[in-house]
C-alpha cells in the first residue's frame, strides 16, 4: 500500500533532491584559512580561479559571490543596456532572466526542444530583432545545450553569448568541456551542485576584456584589488564602472579549491547514477526517462522525468505527494519563467505563450540527484517509483 494512502514508506527519512558532501579536508581547508591574515580579497581567491580556469579549459575565471551575480557581471560586461534584449530559455531559474532585467534590457524568451528541454535553435533565431544584443542558453538539468549553433549564432549576428551552465560543471558538449564553448559560461556553487562554495559562482572566459570588467564589476568597479595595493604599498585606487561587492570570500575559495579535486569522482557518481535510473526505471509504467543526445556528455545535475500524464489515473500533485510519502524528496524545475507573478504582471504574459516549456512543466519531476547518494538510496528511489507509477498506471 502507498504510504500516502497508510503504507509503510520505502525510507524512514526523507532524501533529498540533493545536497553538498563536506569530507575533512574541507572543514580543514577552511578552518586553515579562518586562521590566516585574508578572509575575504586573498590568495585563495586568485588560486580558486586560477584552478577552475585550468580545470575548464580556459584562460580566465573570475569568482562571484553567487551564480547569480556572476550571471548580472556577465549581462555588465556584455554591455548590456536599456533598449537591448536578450534572447534565453523559459525553463529555468528565475535568475538566468532576472539578470537581464538587473541591467535595464528586456529578456525575450523563446520555446524549448522536446527532447531535451533546452532552448530551441530555430525558435531563438527567430526572436531576433535590431535589439537583440545577447543571448543566454541555459543548459538544462546539465545537459548541455546546441552550444556550437549559438555561438556560431552570436558571431554571425555580432552577439554575445552567456551560457548559464549552473546545472553543467564538468558537462562536456562534442568533447569540449563546458565553460570553454561560449564567450561567457557562468556556474553556480550552491550547495545542490557539483562543487560547493555554500553560495558562489564563476565566470569562465577567454576574452581578456570581459574578464577584466567581470573583476572590476565584482569589486565596486574598482581598478585594483586590496591585496596588489597592500603589496605595492599603495593607497591609491580608482573607481572606474559602477560595480558591486560581490566577491567571493577565501574561507569560500579555500572550500572550493577543495572540492573541486573532487570533481572527477563527483561526476562519475551522478552518471553512475543516471546510468541506473535509466537501466533500471526505462520500462517503469507512465514516465518519460531524460534524453541524451549522442554528441554530450551532460554533469547530471539533475534527473527530471516527465509524467505521461495521459496514462495515469494521477496527476503530477498526486505522484508528487505519494512520492514524497515514501519519503523521496522530488522536486519540479522548473515553473518556466514568464509564468511567475511578476513577468506575468509586468511583460503581460497570460500562460499559452510557449507550449513545449509550458506542457513539459506540467509533467517534470526531479528524481533525487547528488554525488553523496549511496547504492541504497538509488534502490530506495527505483522501489518508490515503481511502487508509484504502478499505483497510478491504467
Ligand atoms: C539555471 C540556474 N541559473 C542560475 C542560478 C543561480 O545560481 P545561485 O543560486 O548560485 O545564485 C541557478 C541556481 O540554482 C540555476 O539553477
Known sequence: MLAIHGGTP???????YGRQSIDEADVQAV?????????????????????????????YAVSFSSGTAALHGATFAAGLGPGDEAITSPMTFAATANCVLYQGAVPVFADISRDTLNLDPEEAESRLTARTKAILPVDYAGHPADLEFFFELAERHGLVMIEDACHALGGEY?????????????????PVKHLTTGEGGMVTTDNPAFAETLRQFRNHGISSDARTRQANGQWHYEMVLLGFNYRLTDLACALGLQQLKKMPANLDRRRQIASRYHHELHDAPGIELPFVREDVNPAWHLYPVRLQLEKLTGGRVEVFRALRAENIGVNVHYIPVHLHPYYRERFGYRGGEFPIAENAYERVLSLPMFHGMTDQDVSDVVRSVWKVMEHFSR
Open 31 to 59: 578552518v586553515e584559512t579562518l586562521r590566516s591574515d585574508w578572509l575575504t580579497t586573498g590568495p585563495k581567491v586568485a588560486e580558486f580561479e586560477e584552478a577552475f580556469a585550468a580545470w575548464a579549459g580556459v584562460k
Open 174 to 190: 562534442r568533447r569540449r568541456r563546458v565553460g570553454s564553448v561560449a564567450h561567457m559560461t557562468v556556474f553556480s556553487f550552491h
Open 10 to 16: 520505502v525510507r524512514e527519512k526523507l532524501l533529498p
